[in-house]
Nanobody, 124 residues
Framework: QVQLVESGGGLVQAGGSLRLSCAASPRTFSINNMGWFRQAPGKEREFVAAITWSGDWTIYADSVKGRFTISRDNAKNTEDLQMNSLKPEDTAIYYC?????????????????WGQGTLVTVSS
């Protein structure tokens, strides 16, 4: 059974930084495309960023472009999301997700594997 576990959420002031991590298990199970989504209170879950297995291709939501950076370590079967210049509107539960086959996409319907989420709160 594939499991994704996020960590690194917390409370930060506006302008600050946080780094989220996601560990996939079992470590021998390769997930080609991995991404991050978020859901703010009272809103729909939305795409944040995604990355291919090689790391050569990434996609970012316009709202986080230039502030967030997605990366992965295939040897450890982990992916990270470095979040800088955080804004109060970044407050949300952040979910790690992935799927094995097909081109990189921001369509959450393609993502077969999901973590439980980690809360990020940005105070003004």
């Amino acid at each position: 059974q594939v499991q994704l576990v996020e960590s690194g959420g917390g409370l930060v002031q506006a302008g600050g930084s946080l780094r989220l991590s996601c560990a996939a298990s079992p470590r021998t199970f390769s997930i080609n495309n991995m991404g991050w989504f978020r859901q703010a209170p009272g809103k729909e879950r939305e795409f944040v960023a995604a990355i291919t297995w090689s790391g050569d291709w990434t996609i970012y939501a316009d709202s986080v472009k230039g502030r967030f950076t997605i990366s992965r370590d295939n040897a450890k079967n982990t992916e990270d999301l470095q979040m800088n210049s955080l804004k109060p509107e970044d407050t949300a539960i952040y979910y790690c997700a992935g799927y094995r086959f097909g081109a990189l996409s921001l369509d959450q319907r393609l993502y077969a594997y999901w973590g439980q989420g980690t809360l990020v709160t940005v105070s003004s």
